[in-house]
């Protein structure tokens, strides 16, 4: 069913489904909720994006995905938001802490082993390990840790952050991004982190460390742009930030 309306000040203009995934890694059932922007066509192999919070962050990125799709500067892409947001304590964290559960591992295992397998069986997409990663808060720490794994098995090569939630765990991230840096010589993505001003210290300081750190690796291959958010806080920067990231990691 073609559509062109409001959500919550969201315009979007496409055409969308809602299916249920059963997870046998996490033994859970995930909504997934499946927009096709004007650009996408079923006889050549979009671009897969994925979005997290599916609940609350479906409409606010399939309306800059809608855009971009209009406005052509997005190449034929599909966008899934998955769903059952209620368990991101224990699906984006990375590590057993007083505000997560640790489920990270096994959330990355069901995206990379389940979910996007299943999605290739439905759609036409395409197979190459050149996947996008959209997430805010508990979700842009998710996409962190997704960006630090194995290269050679991540299906994502685009990773867009916004307001990381750096702190958990005592900077836990931080670790995994050392520990990604001793096992990789390159780093083969385009990342954006975008952070507004208004989120406090811990998180702006860390911001800026996470940047000078990544900046300092000198991966070869390695595309980042990192930016603040003036006179936004944790909330207020997420559409701004999804908006600019999507325009950088697909820009030619």
């Not at 489904?17 to 997934?32: A, C, G, Q, R, V």
């Not at 860390?206 to 750190?213: G, L, V």
């Amino acid at each position: 069913m073609m559509l062109s309306c409001e959500k919550q000040n969201f315009k979007i203009i496409g055409e969308t489904e809602e299916f249920t995934i059963k997870s046998l890694i996490i033994n859970d059932d995930y909504p997934i909720f499946v927009y096709f922007p004007t650009n996408y066509d079923p006889n050549v192999p979009n671009q897969l994006i994925i979005g997290l919070d599916g609940e609350f962050r479906f409409d606010e990125i399939a309306s800059i995905i809608s855009e971009k799709s209009q406005n052509r500067t997005l190449p034929p892409s599909i966008f899934i938001a998955i769903g059952n947001s209620e368990e991101r304590s224990r699906d984006y964290t990375p590590t057993v802490y007083e505000y997560g559960e640790g489920g990270a591992e096994n959330f990355y295992s069901f995206i990379k082993d389940e979910l996007i397998p299943e999605l290739e069986s439905r759609y036409y997409i395409d197979t190459n390990n050149n996947k996008t990663l959209v997430g805010n808060s508990f979700g842009g720490l998710f996409t962190h840790y997704a960006m630090f794994q194995n290269r050679n098995a991540n299906p994502f090569n685009k990773f867009v952050s916004t307001g990381c939630s750096y702190w958990f765990d005592s900077g836990v991230i931080f670790d995994y991004e050392e520990n990604y840096s001793k096992q990789h010589t390159d780093l083969e993505v385009k990342y954006y982190s975008g952070m507004g001003t208004l989120e406090g210290g811990v998180n702006l300081a860390s911001f800026e460390e996470m940047t000078e750190r990544l900046k300092n690796r000198s991966y070869s291959h390695f595309n980042m742009k990192t930016e603040l958010v003036k006179k936004h806080g944790h909330s207020g920067a997420t559409t701004i930030g999804f908006k600019k990231g999507l325009d950088y990691v697909f820009e030619n």
